[in-house]
């Protein structure tokens, strides 16, 4: 097995077996992320603890990638403080674009790697993304609303 069916693997396990799905109960934020290209649709609710997301769940529906990605992001959040998911999101983010980043929270033998190949294919970059831009956008909106 090569490197690209592993990760073909992980996307298509985290498909068909998504973590983290539902609805956090009394999340700090929630957030709704829609690709209108392709249909792909995404649910986000945390739960954030002194600086902490606590607890991290999505409902979707759309494409393997975009939903394995959601999956995948929720199992690799969860426990973190907000500082280091927003700079796992820029890593994640310069990842499937194909562009150079120097990288401290993704290795190659991260599942996160598995989305790396995203960048031959501009238009699933969104699918990627979805799941991640929407967590960014209520992280971002929850934290304007406290002034940090």
């Given amino acids: 097995m090569d490197l690209d069916d592993l990760y073909q693997e992980i ?13 956090v109960a009394e999340a700090d934020i929630e957030v709704d992320g829609r690709n209108p290209f392709c249909g792909d649709e ?17 409902k979707g529906s759309g494409c393997a990638i975009s939903q394995a990605s959601a999956s995948v992001m929720t199992e690799h959040i969860k426990g973190k403080k907000v500082s280091e998911v927003r700079e796992l999101f820029q890593e994640f983010s310069h990842m499937v674009r194909g562009e150079e980043h120097q990288h401290q929270h993704i290795d190659d033998m991260d ?29 971002e909106r929850e934290l304007d609303k406290h002034g940090e």
């Fill in 111 to 139: 599942e996160l790697s598995a989305f790396q190949g995203v960048s031959s294919y501009p238009t699933r970059v969104k699918c990627a993304m979805l799941a991640w831009n929407a967590m960014k956008d209520g992280i």
């Fill in 11 to 23: 996307i298509l396990e985290h498909y068909k077996q998504p973590k983290n799905q539902g609805i």
């Fill in 42 to 58: 995404i649910k986000l609710t945390l739960k954030i603890d002194e600086g902490t997301v606590s607890d991290v769940k999505f």
